[in-house]
């Protein structure tokens, strides 16, 4: 896609207004629709629209192949250490209480927060990484292929 | 009793959701395309979404999210938020197995030069004919 | 009716769009059964990065689907039976949007109610997902997961091993 500036001037402006609009979603799961899942997905598809626009190789300047494997097992060790955090603090596995076990209800609060963060960071490493795999391989079509 | 409106009317929604099921599961078996199988599966799974989230909903009801303010209006009711928390779980989990599928699919296509059923079974039957000469000689 | 259009059609770049097309219909649908949590989640995966997937996996194998030779009175028989036999199940089904019904009556009151004294979070979407049913969303993020390790071994794993064999064979 060499030749489609509107698509590209477009992406340019649109990727950062998704990447906050996902933002959005991952915080502020607990008061409107949205959560872990959902921002997960918004975010892995911001990168995928930047990488279809602009090319792999510029797609992967900004997020390299490593860092979104990494960022994959990374969530899913922040959900489970938070597990084991509130084991240590003297409670159930994965009982928020432990996060202030004065005021249960903040702690369910926090627990939330961390344990959604994490799932977003798996679900967004994880799709993007599988499109990282599919478009690695991709011999290079002319457009009027399709 | 079953040629009541009522009745009619209050199935109507679990019946074509069954309708679409069909279909997605006739494509599945039917076509022999390996990514139009992999679509009709989704058509299935989609269909089992809906058919699960139509039965957590209650009639007059609203979305399960209560005000900011956490007052509550026990008057308002709610729709069931369970069957939507297994749901959004499994339509992430859908689309994670469905990538996995897809790469099977490609993994496929450079084994056998063709992601069409049939075809790959013929190339395996001539295979297997070949090693059992191979073993015969 | 998109779904019986993506049936017929041989063409799977039609058929892909026919089904985030698809998707994007059953979040509407999603979205007037209450369901908005689970609709944003359709709208964003169905339409968006399963179509993007199927589109890059077609540019990897071939854009035309070969027709069939064999008739398909057996799948059609085989499906129409099992149709028959959900049919025949939700006869004793309650009605659509009953308040009555078992799935209303028992763990959802609960949730409902204890929620906001328990967990205090409006959504009590996000509450369940997340407290309530810790466990189980931990597991379903091992699942998703686990399906990103087995693409990354498939898709970019196996060139490297494969030139370390023909390095060997060399």
């Known amino acids: 896609m060499q030749h489609h500036l509107i698509l590209k001037i477009v992406t340019k402006s649109i990727v950062g207004i998704i990447l906050l609009f996902g933002l959005y979603v991952q915080f502020h799961g607990d008061y409107s629709p949205g959560g872990g899942f959902q921002a997960g997905v918004i975010f892995a598809a911001a990168f995928i629209l930047y990488g279809i626009v602009m090319g792999l190789d510029k797609v992967q300047e900004v997020l390299p192949f490593w860092v979104v494997q990494k960022l994959a097992a990374l969530g899913v060790l922040v959900y489970a250490l938070t597990g084991v955090f509130s084991l240590f603090m003297g409670f159930n596995y994965l009982d928020y209480s432990a996060f202030s076990p004065h005021h249960p209800e903040h702690g ?19 799709i993007v990484c599988i499109y990282y795999c599919f478009a690695s391989r991709t011999p290079h079509l002319d457009d009027g292929e399709w | 009793m079953i040629f009541e409106h009522n009745f009619i009317m209050g199935h109507l929604n679990y019946w074509l959701f069954i309708m679409l099921m069909m279909t997605g599961l006739f494509i599945v078996i039917s076509r022999g395309n390996l990514i139009k199988k992999i679509v009709g599966l989704n058509i299935f799974q989609t269909s089992v979404f809906m058919f699960y989230i139509s039965i957590g909903k209650v009639a007059g009801g609203t979305a399960p999210i209560f005000p900011m ?69 | 009716m998109v779904a019986l259009l993506a049936l017929r059609m041989s063409h799977l770049f039609a058929v892909v769009m026919l089904a985030g ?112 049913r810790g466990f189980d969303t931990l597991g379903e993020t091992a699942v998703v997961f686990t399906a990103g390790v087995g693409v990354i071994l498939l898709l970019s794993g196996l060139r490297r091993r494969k030139q370390k064999s023909d390095s060997k064979v060399g």
């Open chain 3, 21 to 132: 097309v698809f998707s994007l219909l059953s979040a509407l649908l999603l979205v007037l059964m209450d369901a908005v949590d689970v609709a944003f989640t359709e709208a964003a995966v169905g339409a968006g990065v399963s179509t993007v997937l199927m589109l890059s996996t077609m540019a990897l194998t071939s854009r035309v689907q070969k027709p069939i030779k064999k008739s398909n009175l057996g799948a059609a028989l085989a499906v129409s039976f099992a149709g028959l036999l959900l049919l025949y199940g939700t006869l004793d089904m309650p009605n659509f949007g009953s308040n009555n019904s078992p799935a209303q009556t028992h763990l959802s009151n609960l949730y409902l109610t204890n929620s906001p004294n328990e967990i205090g979070v409006p959504n009590v979407v996000t509450a369940i997902l997340a407290s309530y």
């Open chain 1, 108 to 126: 369910q609060h926090w627990g939330i927060l961390v344990v959604e963060l994490g799932v977003g960071i798996t679900v967004t490493g994880v």
């Open chain 2, 69 to 137: 303010d956490m007052n509550i209006n026990p008057s308002i009711l709610y729709s069931n938020p369970l069957p939507h928390v297994l749901i959004l779980t499994a339509i992430v989990v859908g689309i994670a197995t469905t990538a996995l599928g897809l790469a099977l699919i490609v993994r496929i296509r450079e084994a056998y030069g063709t992601i069409e059923d049939e075809e790959i079974s013929l190339i395996e039957a001539d295979e297997q004919k070949l090693e059992t000469q191979s073993q015969l000689a």
